[in-house]
């Protein structure tokens, strides 16, 4: 059974930093490509970060970038968004995915920024 599980979530306030963590199971995650999403109400899902699965590539939004770092540990099948300088903006529900032979998501975690 795959499952992609987030947690690090959590209310922060403005500046401050949190490490979301998604642990990976059910497939050969060192094969597959990892994103990290995020999704406000009212606005589209946006991409955030991704790192590939070979070389581990990184690409990030302009909206994180210098501020968020996404990194994989193989071995513990687990990819993480270490997110620094935190905005009220940065505040939505924070989703991984596995892209691959197949497409895998997570279930979410919140992550708020505020005063």
């Known amino acids: 059974q795959v499952q992609l599980v987030e947690s690090g979530g959590g209310l922060v306030q403005p500046g401050g930093s949190l490490r979301l963590s998604c642990a990976a199971s059910?497939?050969?995650?060192?094969?597959?490509?990892m994103k990290w999403y995020r999704q406000s109400p009212g606005k589209e899902r946006e991409l955030v970060a991704s790192i590939s699965s070979t070389c581990g590539a990184k690409n990030y939004a302009d909206s994180v970038k210098g501020r968020f770092t996404v990194s994989r540990d193989n071995a513990k099948n687990t990819v993480y968004l270490q997110m620094n300088s935190l905005k009220p903006e940065d505040t939505a529900t924070y989703y991984c995915?596995?892209?691959?032979?197949?497409?895998?998501w997570g279930q979410g975690t919140q992550v708020t920024v505020s005063s």
């Open positions: 995915n596995a892209w691959g032979r197949s497409v895998y």
């Open positions: 059910g497939f050969t995650f060192s094969n597959y490509g």
